[in-house]
């Protein structure tokens, strides 16, 4: 490489006209090539912006926190605001939903819309995870679509499920019921089982009657009566399922009944009362109660007038 020394004594290369910096690695050396000019503007601009939006913006971590900064600014706060003037263009319709009786919610078209809208929006965020983004549920967990209800369909009991959950035992409110493990507790024999699976079976049409159906007729009348109904039609007021139909919560298969009789299910929905506002969760129940299967709600029942009998009083 050809190098001179120019008037300070410092080597220079010959062709560049540039001093060498004095570092070498392999015999390579490194020229001390000035940094372009518009690249130094930009740098110390940079700087100068960087320090400025220190004093003016939130910038420095502390322990809990962060410096305000001169403005006083910060997204989080801008966010903040901005959700809070959306909560107060919506705090009279929430206000409206949370005083109106929930029977009385669907007559009130737009009340019922903007609380679906709401309803929508919760359940993608609590629900999805177990009934599906289409409600449809799954081997376990209940299809949101149809009219096959446990605990009931119509808006007070669909409130009242989500309010209290299912068979959470740390809450005494909540929708409980438990089939017994007639095998694993050794109620009835795998032959017993057998013919109850065969009777249950006829009751949807699933299975033609036979002789085990006939002999699984008599011990579901001795065991299983009680809580589905003579006819196995079930009874919402213990959760116990309607047999006659063919929706199943895991399967109509024979190995999947056989499983449920054996060993029973215990599935258990969480209780969203302690989670949730009350405004919240009437939106679910409203949305829950849109998706097609939702009852209304059951009459009142009559009460006997009783007569006075007039008696004669002696004269």
């Known amino acids: 490489m050809a190098e001179t020394e120019n008037d300070n004594g410092k080597r220079v290369d ?33 700087v100068i912006w960087g320090l400025g939006y220190t004093i003016f913006y939130p910038a420095w971590p502390l322990i809990n926190s962060a410096t305000d ?38 007559a009130d078209e737009q009340l019922m819309q903007t609380a679906i809208q709401g309803g929508r929006s919760a359940f993608v965020v609590h629900c999805v995870q177990c009934h599906g983004s289409g409600a449809a549920g799954s081997e376990g967990y209940p299809n949101l679509n149809d009219d096959d209800w446990l605990w009931g369909g119509d808006m007070e009991a669909i409130e009242y499920t989500l309010i209290h959950g299912i068979r959470n035992p740390d809450h005494m409110e909540t929708r409980i019921s438990q ?24 009751l949807s049409g699933a299975e033609d009657e036979s002789r085990a159906s006939a002999r699984g007729a008599e011990l579901y009348t001795a065991n ?9 039609q079930g009874d919402r007021t213990q959760g116990a399922p309607n047999l006659r139909d063919s929706i199943w919560l895991y399967g109509s298969d024979r190995a999947s009944i056989t499983d449920t009789v054996a ?28 998706l097609g299967g939702g009852e209304a709600a059951p009459a009142e029942p009559e009460t006997e007038a009783v007569a006075e009998v007039e008696t004669d009083e002696p004269g």
């Open 179 to 202: 089939m017994p493990a007639f095998g694993a507790d050794g109620i009835l024999d795998a032959r017993q089982i057998s013919d109850v699976v065969s009777y249950v079976r006829t």
């Open 14 to 46: 010959e062709p560049t006209g540039t001093e060498f910096v004095g570092h070498e690695w392999d015999g390579i050396e490194e020229l001390n090539t000035p940094l372009p000019r518009w690249w130094l503007i930009i740098f110390y601009a940079t």
């Open 263 to 290: 060993n029973s299910r215990y599935g258990v929905m969480p209780r969203w009362g302690h989670r949730l506002d009350p405004v919240t969760i009437r939106m679910l129940t409203a949305y829950v109660w849109s």
């Open 224 to 232: 299983c009566a009680v809580c589905h109904g003579d006819n196995g």
């Open 69 to 106: 900064g001169v403005l006083g600014y910060s997204s989080r706060g801008a966010l903040a605001e901005e959700m809070a003037a959306v909560e107060a263009q919506r705090a009279p319709l929430r206000e409206a939903i949370a005083n109106i009786a929930i029977e009385d919610l669907p």
